[in-house]
């Protein structure tokens, strides 16, 4: 059985009629998008706001309502990916590259809630490479300051060629080894000029992790 599929269908029973719902970006997230949207076909009545392009034409797709940013009051749930989740339920998020758009999104609704397999569950974040969105301006700069924090940081590339957000901007992928303490690392990345965020997720905004598994069950963190 699909881990991804069983976790993201599991978030889904979270969402009601008459709900904003925020719309993640990756493979996991997906899985969701898929899962709403047959409930859409079926009669569920939402509105939605996507955290990328590709989750936006996805959703088109399916025929989910999206809303303006201007029109929007409330977001009540989100329903995001991670690549890593430690025990206390801080992430690493940005394998997809839209770190800044989904974090924008989680901090502004009511509940967050994070859908994983088995294999995203570590003790220690820090085994994924830490993305961290930075401006294109000087960015020989930034990738200093982000390497005199301990890290190894490379540029992010695909196709051959530099990598770019939908923001317009750069992903740079940093090693960092072991996160002792996301909180603290969080905010010194924030320091840095040049860099826009970070995929580091703190737990406090994290409302519910829902962990798929294989054999068919589902855990809750």
Not at 190 to 198: D, F, K, S
Request: include cysteine; charged fraction near 20%.
């Amino acid at each position: 059985m699909n881990a991804k599929r069983l976790a993201a269908e599991k978030a889904v029973e979270y969402v009601k009629n008459g709900m904003v719902v925020g719309l993640g970006t990756g493979s996991t997230a997906t899985w969701a998008i898929n899962a709403l949207g047959e409930k859409v076909k079926a009669g569920l009545e939402i509105q939605a706001i996507a955290s990328s392009v590709a989750s936006e034409n996805l959703a088109k797709q399916y025929g989910i309502s999206l809303i303006d940013f201007s029109e929007l009051n409330i977001i009540h749930v989100t329903i995001d990916g991670a690549d890593e989740v430690d025990p206390k339920g801080n992430l690493i998020k940005g394998g997809g590259g839209a770190l800044l758009r989904e974090k924008i999104i989680a901090y502004n609704s009511k509940e967050f809630i994070v859908i994983v397999d088995d294999t995203k569950l570590v003790n220690t974040l820090g085994k994924f490479p830490l993305p961290v969105e930075v401006v294109p301006f000087a960015v020989d700069l930034t990738l200093k300051q982000l390497r005199n924090l301990g890290s190894t940081a490379i540029i992010r590339k695909k196709d051959g060629k530099e990598f770019v957000t939908d923001n317009a901007n750069l992903i740079a992928d940093c090693s960092f080894g072991e996160i002792q303490d996301p909180d603290k690392l969080n905010t010194s990345l924030l320091l840095i000029p040049g860099v826009a965020e970070c995929g580091l997720f703190l737990h406090s905004k994290v409302s519910q992790v829902i962990i798929g598994y294989t054999d068919g069950t589902v855990d809750f963190l």
